[in-house]
């Protein structure tokens, strides 16, 4: 099927946008839950953490090298598994997204609040411009919308990176990573899901292959340099926390806190920082998101209208304003809280059919070209596979049956989308053959 978009993202855009994706709120949080939880081994708990998402994401590498087209991980298990398998894991997928978008638009304004507390009467107007700018800009052109993700994953990387400089310079000999947690499996067991979690979103940098110069390279290049360098940047924001604050492990505002041994405002830097990193990720959800409700609507997995791009800037507009509308109504509604515990269970499922699927293809599309191959036969992608069913395993119970309500729901759409797209199409060739008689 003939896609309307504009390829206009080069390699470094698209490497932006996976680094994007990662690095959001989060990492404000992390240092001191990972100290609290693996003491001295906070180090290794991030190394394990980064070798289980690599292993993933090269995974997802291989997939994308094979592929041109817009849709990410919806496209690579429609390839291996058929359509409705994979409109099961686009709807995850967007799902995912839009429930993410929803949950940092709260955070921001957590965030935004504390800094000005007389703008908490207006939180819901803000939330509602700041995604409608977001929509608006991406829908004047996938370029803007990228400079848009480059812009502010600049911007948020300077704190970080100020962060990491200070806690090497003022280093007095003392480590936050130095706790009385005792030094068992277990403990850095529960580190390493609390870390793996972190790294979602590097597969934003797959999404837009409709519309990359060079989709094949370009996405290859996303993924791996975005957890590569993520995974070093983790281990060096942690070391420099840690040196900058003894106490990081009992912090509920680590980075924060870190920030008020660098110098006088430094917490108020931090902070600012952490605004910034969260509209960053915001603006990378809001690119990745509508492409993939694009991609199911194009093909076929819901209304053909989702589908319909700007004429003028070649964008899919209607996707990109229904979702933002969505976002709107869960942020101020407050709804998104409810739909949180599917967000990594479903995650999950979008990872682990990426993983079947590249299996799938060794043998189903053995003759293909792939710009990436992994070594090694389908060993990498089995032992990614059965790292996803153990992450999946440790989700609680009420987690998986939300999820399974969510795929449900997903499940129900699609079949009600194909019905009707089945009898305006019978409609159609009985009006033709009407005619012809």
């Not at 979602?200 to 940098?205: D, V, Y």
């Not at 969260?278 to 199911?296: E, M, N, Q």
């Not at 229904?322 to 515990?341: C, D, M, R």
């Not at 293809?361 to 990436?372: H, I, Q, S, T, V």
Request: charged residues 10%; hydrophobic residues 55%; contains cysteine.
């Amino acid at each position: 099927m003939q896609e309307g978009l504009k390829r206009a993202l080069r390699t470094p855009e698209v490497l932006f946008i996976g680094m994007n994706g990662v690095i959001g709120g989060g990492i404000f949080l992390l240092p001191g839950q990972v100290a609290s939880l693996a003491g001295r081994q906070a180090t290794w708990a991030y190394l394990i953490a980064g070798v289980v998402a690599i292993l993933i994401g090269l995974c997802f590498a291989e997939a994308s090298s094979m592929f041109s087209e817009t849709g990410g991980s919806y496209m690579y298990a429609e390839r291996a598994m058929g359509q409705t398998v994979a409109a099961s894991v686009g709807w995850m997928s967007w799902l995912t997204l839009i429930v993410g978008w929803a949950a940092l638009s709260n955070g921001l304004m957590g965030y935004v609040t504390s800094l000005v507390p007389g703008l908490a009467p207006f939180k819901d107007v803000i939330t509602a411009g700041v995604i409608a700018a977001l929509c608006l800009v991406n829908s004047l052109g996938v370029r803007k919308g990228s400079w848009a993700v480059v812009f502010f994953s600049v911007v948020k990387l300077i704190p970080l990176i100020l962060l990491v400089a200070m806690g090497f310079i003022l280093y007095t000999g003392h480590t936050g990573n130095v706790s009385d947690v005792p030094m068992s499996a277990p403990q850095i067991g529960k580190a390493v899901l609390v870390l793996i979690y972190a790294y979602g979103g590097f597969e934003m940098a797959t999404v837009q292959q409709g519309e990359m110069v060079h989709p094949r390279k370009s996405a290859v290049i996303g993924v791996i340099g975005t957890l590569v360098g993520v995974t070093l940047f983790y281990l060096l924001i942690q070391e420099a926390a840690g040196r900058l604050d003894p106490a990081l492990a009992a912090s509920t505002t680590p980075l924060a806190d870190a920030g008020r041994a660098m110098f006088v405002g430094g917490a108020t830097v931090m902070t600012i920082g952490a605004v910034l990193s969260i509209l960053g990720t915001k603006s990378g959800v809001a690119l990745a998101a509508p492409r993939i409700l694009y991609a199911l609507s194009l093909r076929r997995g819901l209304p053909r209208a989702l589908a319909t791009t700007s004429s003028r800037f070649q964008t899919p507009i209607v996707s990109i304003w229904i979702t933002g509308v969505i976002v709107i109504a869960l942020s101020v509604t407050g709804t998104f809280e409810h739909l949180l515990l599917l967000n990594v269970a479903a995650r999950l499922y979008e990872y682990l059919a990426v993983c079947i699927a590249v299996i799938l293809l060794r043998f189903r599309a053995k003759e293909d070209k792939r710009a990436f191959r992994l070594p090694f036969g389908v060993t990498i992608p089995c032992v990614a596979a059965a790292l996803c069913i153990w992450l999946l395993s440790q989700e609680s119970a009420s987690q998986l049956l939300l999820a399974l309500a969510a795929l449900v729901v997903g499940m129900i759409l699609y079949g009600i989308s194909r019905r009707a797209q089945a009898m305006a199409k019978a409609a159609e060739l009985k009006h033709n053959s009407s005619r012809s008689a």
